[in-house]
């Protein structure tokens, strides 16, 4: 793919480029597909980083080793150190409180849960499933769910519930009309915006400047898009008989 400083020529191709979550999704749905441009973008992120990948780099590639920067500066209620500690538990070890935040089966609400939920995903994903893990990661998942039901904004949030949830395996809970919508919201240029009709995913916050794609919506909407060709086809034989 050549030089990969080419890929840096906006502010959105920067901002996926060096976001590691957004990179764990390129990367899962290169593996699903096995499509060899898709591992290619993957594999950008340890060049364009190249200054030190390896900060949250095993989020993108679980066998690459770990390095944890210790400038960062973390509270309790950030959800950043729950991603690290879920692909490298015993490197970075969470404080008390952070860790009984990411385990709180009832703490978080919208953006907050669906931020949990990504985690302890991650945390399954690198270092096993228990059924106590499997239950906190449901009884989250159902309280995504019923916040997806009532909330009719196909915002960046909307696709991010329907993303974490299929990513976390509760496929029963995915609606096929929540699905329909967000495919009506794509973009002619493939993408999505982060905004419904101005309005964002927070409550009472608009943005009606936004007039392109944006890469966090976008790459969610793909993961979501992949994981239900690739890894869920049940799903679309199901709702699609």
């Known amino acids: 793919m050549g030089d990969p400083t080419m890929f840096l ?16 999704m390129v990367a899962d749905c290169a593996r699903a597909s096995s499509d060899e441009r898709l591992q290619q973008l993957a594999a950008l992120y ?8 390896y900060s949250m780099g095993r989020l993108v590639d679980r066998n690459r080793r770990f390095k944890w920067l210790s400038h960062h500066e973390w509270s309790a209620e950030d959800y950043q150190p729950w991603f690290v500690h ?23 609400r919208t953006g907050g849960a669906t ?12 270092n096993g499933a228990t059924p106590d893990l499997d239950h906190l990661i449901h009884h989250i998942s159902v309280r995504i769910a019923s916040e997806a039901s009532i909330d009719f904004r196909v915002t ?7 993303a974490f949830l299929l990513a976390a395996g509760q496929i029963d809970l995915v609606r096929r009309r929540w699905v329909e919508r967000a495919l009506a919201a ?5 993408g999505w915006l ?23 919506a976008t790459v969610q ?21």
């Open 115 to 126: 931020h949990q939920l990504f985690a302890l995903y991650l945390y399954r994903n690198y």
């Open 186 to 190: 794509q973009r002619s240029d493939g």
């Open 86 to 108: 879920a692909v490298a538990p015993t490197e970075y070890p969470l404080s008390a409180e952070a860790h009984a935040n990411m385990f709180s089966p009832d703490k978080y």
């Open 46 to 53: 340890f060049s364009v980083n190249a200054a030190d990948p």
């Open 156 to 162: 960046d949030l909307y696709l991010q519930r329907i």
């Open 9 to 24: 020529i906006n502010e959105e191709s920067a901002a996926l480029l060096q976001n590691a979550v957004l990179m764990h």
């Open 221 to 241: 909407g793909m993961w979501m898009v992949y994981m239900l060709k690739y890894r869920y086809p049940q799903w679309i034989e199901k709702n699609y008989q």
């Open 194 to 216: 982060v905004s419904w009709h101005g309005w964002l995913p927070s409550p009472f916050r608009f943005r009606f400047e936004e007039e392109s794609s944006t890469s966090h």
